[in-house]
């Protein structure tokens, strides 16, 4: 197979990625504040040497990916169960990965579930197979378990700074044909749950991402969005905003810049049914006769 010319780039950041999330995944404990968590774990990334593909983000309970607090958050650590969704990247390759932990001490087979469907899928995926049957396999996998898969969130391909990119790598059986290749960098995502199994997007979102640039005249506006360029269509949040502008500075040019559709949101993504929600996550890339994981845990 052929290697991706910048080959090096994404062993490093899924090298990184990997580092990050452990060591976000070590502070997750009761009377801890997530605030404390993201920030800290940003801050290791850019220690490392990497940078920040997305803001990290920390989704608790019924939400199932999208959560990110913001500054004035004072949301601590009690029983959840807490999903951790860290990125890296290096010169716009991006390692992305996940993992979940159970504070209740409940909900020990739902995170079972979705761990194992990924380590399910991980044996599954070389080149040629397709992704309607790496979504069997994941649906089989956390269904055995008497949970369901999430119907309308997966996995999907990463590519230079797009971190959100085709094929879509769904959860569950589509039929869909379509085969992987070798070389290819993909994100494997399952999600299980004891509600529905879809999510609906809530209100009130603090990621945001830029979609196109327009000219804008306000110069609040101008201001904010000379600081979003500097994250190369990358996701961001709020935090970071906030920490270089007034607040009202920030809520005005994100108002003008969504109405512009200069930037897209992220909202959180709850279950329907508010169930319990848990997530594990790897980046890998495809070979001939499986894949490479790229996030590869100590």
């Known amino acids: 197979m052929e290697y991706p010319e910048n080959i090096d780039d994404w062993r490093e950041a899924g090298k990184l990625a990997a580092k990050a999330l452990q060591f976000g995944l070590k502070q997750i404990k009761p009377g801890i504040k997530l605030i404390d968590v ?21 989704s608790c309970n019924a939400i199932a990916a999208h959560f990110c ?27 992305d990965n996940a993992r979940t932990i159970d504070l209740s001490g409940h909900n020990t087979e739902l ?43 997966g996995g999907h391909g990463l590519g230079i700074y797009n971190i959100h990119c085709k094929p879509t790598i769904p959860n569950y059986d589509t039929g869909n044909s379509t085969q992987l290749k ?9 999600f299980a749950t004891n509600g529905a199994g879809m999510i609906y997007e809530s209100d009130k979102s603090t990621i945001f991402a830029k979609v196109q640039k327009k000219p804008v005249r306000n110069i ?44 897209r949101d992220y909202p959180p993504l709850l279950d329907q049914n508010k169930g319990i929600v848990t997530q594990a996550e790897h980046t890998v890339m495809v070979t001939d006769d499986g894949c490479e994981i790229l996030t590869k845990r100590d």
């Open 38 to 58: 993201v920030d800290s774990v940003e801050q290791e990334i850019i220690a490392m040497g990497g940078e920040i593909a997305f803001p990290a983000q920390i």
């Open 111 to 153: 995170v079972k579930a979705s761990e194992e469907a990924l380590d399910n899928a991980l044996k599954t995926i070389k080149a040629g197979v397709t992704l309607g049957q790496i979504g069997k396999v994941i649906k089989d996998s956390i269904t055995k378990y008497n949970f369901l898969p999430i119907h309308n969130l």
């Open 182 to 190: 070798a070389g290819q960098i993909i994100a494997i995502e399952p």
């Open 220 to 263: 609040f506006t101008r201001q904010v969005l000379a600081e979003i360029l500097k994250y190369k269509d990358l996701p961001f949040t709020t935090r970071w905003l906030l920490r270089k502008f007034p607040a009202i500075k920030v809520n005005f040019a994100l108002k003008e810049m969504l109405n512009l559709g200069v930037i």
């Open 69 to 95: 607090p913001n500054l004035d958050d004072d949301i601590i650590f009690k029983d959840q169960v807490a999903s951790l969704d860290v990125g890296v990247h290096i010169n716009g390759a991006i390692g």
